[in-house]
């Protein structure tokens, strides 16, 4: 665990220096303490203003040195220790700060409570500072909404990351896959095969049209949509005569889904596909954008996403003419006339170019973004690797992940503790851990929907009975990851 980085110097005297100065040090300090060392600049002791006060009550002048100071044993700890070791520390002895020391007893740095229990949360907006200029230049020309350039330029830079032709900003991914499902023509009576281990802003849409969702288990290599229950599904729905009027695809945590087999069972019975793209801007599948699988697919910019617009999410596709008519949808279906004629019911679902210009700024560091994810996972599989009971969400080689959120189920009996028990202790220690997604087939707002297992036992249950998200924000530090990794090996070690 690394210390604390503040400049030392300013808080490390030796015994030469004058009460008034000592004083002088420890107000500046705003620690209500400084560290005394000897000439060899070893540690001897802390100092507070109440041992400067208790020297002048025994009659030393503020011009004295504070030579006479007792030696004491403070409290300090060795280099290599753990935040938990630090925070029980500090229990222990009922103080705040704690002085690391290298082997020679030198002092590396400072561990402070406020610095080392600060809550860490699962995955916090990470801005750029590019998105003032943007933002600035809108109110500069007073461009602030609906439209206008910063919404042109997000549009074409998201078009170009997904590598797909054509895009349209809008107020959020929901926003973007009730577009998606609209342009598809879903309505009432119809069916739409939906992932069920996701979020629910995946299918609440299908019930907004008035259609109704059908759940596909996910398969354990991607933890995606199975091509074995989405055939069984197919079958199914076959022999009862009937077909799902869309097949909606999640690409969960940053990974993208196994479209080969996705896309060959749906284009054989001619059934399109929405790609919900919203956790994974940034990821590829062989070697491919996510984004480019579906007939029409989803991005959301929601603030824990990979980037973020604050809010808001944009609709991509290769066909133009959807891009154009979920643009004229999205502005209230309004015909080009000047009284506003309206031949069908529309949305306010436009992105505004305030928040494109965010957006833009994000956008100059997705990539940046991405890796940072990922180091935060490779840090975790490194820091936790050897551990009984760890199973991470695996990554196949056809898949480039963005790790939006770093994911494992715990193997309770190998690891010897449960995975709720993990994240209710991780919660103790303000570290903010959720369980997976549970799965929309165990909602209670979709009982009774119907839903096709992998093979003969329901994969997205089994992950979500132990999974586990940890912290997973780019914008972490070393000593965040570091703090949770500890904190982990804690809770596993004990088998
Ligand atoms: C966040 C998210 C959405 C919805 O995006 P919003 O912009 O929050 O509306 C949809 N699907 C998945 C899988 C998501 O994680």
Redesign the pocket.
Same mark, same amino acid.
């Not at 959020?172 to 926003?175: C, L, Q």
């Given at each position: 665990m690394s210390g604390w980085d503040r400049n030392l110097d300013n808080i490390i005297t030796d015994r030469s220096i004058s009460l008034r100065l000592a004083l002088a040090m420890i107000n500046d300090s705003g620690l209500g303490m400084i560290l005394l060392v000897d000439c060899d600049r070893r540690f001897e002791r802390t100092v507070t203003d109440g041992d400067i006060r208790r020297l002048l009550l025994d009659g030393a002048e503020m011009g004295d040195s504070i030579r006479s100071l007792p030696h004491i044993d403070s409290i300090t700890l060795p280099l290599g220790s753990t935040p938990r070791d630090a925070i029980d520390a500090m229990n222990e002895h009922d103080i705040d700060d704690i002085p690391l020391l290298d082997a020679d007893s030198h002092v590396v740095g400072l561990l402070r409570r406020r610095e080392i229990s600060k809550p860490i949360a699962l995955s916090t907006p990470h801005m750029e500072g590019a998105e003032m200029d943007y933002v600035e230049e809108a109110f500069r020309t007073n461009w602030i909404a609906p439209l206008g350039p910063n919404v042109d330029a997000f549009e074409q830079a998201v078009a170009d990351v997904a590598g797909v032709a054509h895009a349209a900003a809008v107020s @959020? !991914? =929901? $926003?973007a %896959?009730h577009l998606a499902l609209r342009l598809l023509d879903v309505g009432p009576g119809d069916r739409v095969f939906c992932s069920s281990f =996701? #979020?629910a802003? @995946?299918a609440n849409p299908i019930v907004y049209q008035y259609a109704e969702p059908v759940f596909i288990d996910a398969e354990p290599q991607s933890w995606n949509m199975s091509p074995q229950a989405l055939e069984r599904a197919f079958k199914t729905a076959k022999a009862e005569g009937w077909l799902p009027k869309a097949v909606i695809v999640?690409n %969960?945590y940053g990974q993208s889904a196994d479209y080969d087999p996705i896309l060959s069972i749906c284009s054989a019975h001619e059934v399109p596909v929405i790609e919900?793209a $919203?956790?994974s801007l940034g990821a590829t599948y062989k070697g491919q954008a996510s984004g480019r699988f579906g007939l029409l697919s989803a991005f @959301? #910019?929601?603030g824990n996403?990979i980037i973020t617009t604050s809010? !808001?999410?944009m609709l991509v596709s290769d066909d133009e003419q959807l891009i154009t008519r979920a643009r004229y949808l999205s502005t209230q279906a309004r015909q080009p006339a000047a009284h506003y004629e309206h031949t069908e019911i529309g949305y306010n679902y436009r992105m505004s170019n305030i928040l494109a210009g965010v957006g833009l700024g994000q956008m100059t560091v997705l990539s940046e973004r991405v890796e940072q994810r990922r180091a935060v996972f490779a840090a975790y599989a490194e820091g936790l690797a050897g551990l009984y009971g760890v199973h991470w969400m695996p990554e196949p080689e056809w898949s480039y992940s963005t790790r939006w959120l770093s994911t494992l189920t715990i193997d309770s009996t190998e690891a010897g503790i449960s995975a709720n028990d993990i994240i209710q202790s991780l919660a103790s220690e303000l570290i903010e851990a959720r369980p997976v997604w549970k799965p929309m087939h165990r909602q209670p707002v979709f009982a009774g929907a119907r839903y096709f297992e992998h093979g003969n036992f329901s994969v997205s249950d089994a992950l979500f009975a132990n999974g586990i998200c940890l912290p997973s924000g780019s914008n972490m530090s070393t000593a965040e990851v570091d703090r949770i990794i500890a904190t982990m090996r804690g809770l596993l070690g004990k088998r």
């Open positions: @959020s !991914g =929901t $926003a %896959l =996701t #979020f802003a @995946s999640v %969960l919900d $919203a956790e @959301s #910019f929601n996403k809010g !808001g999410g």
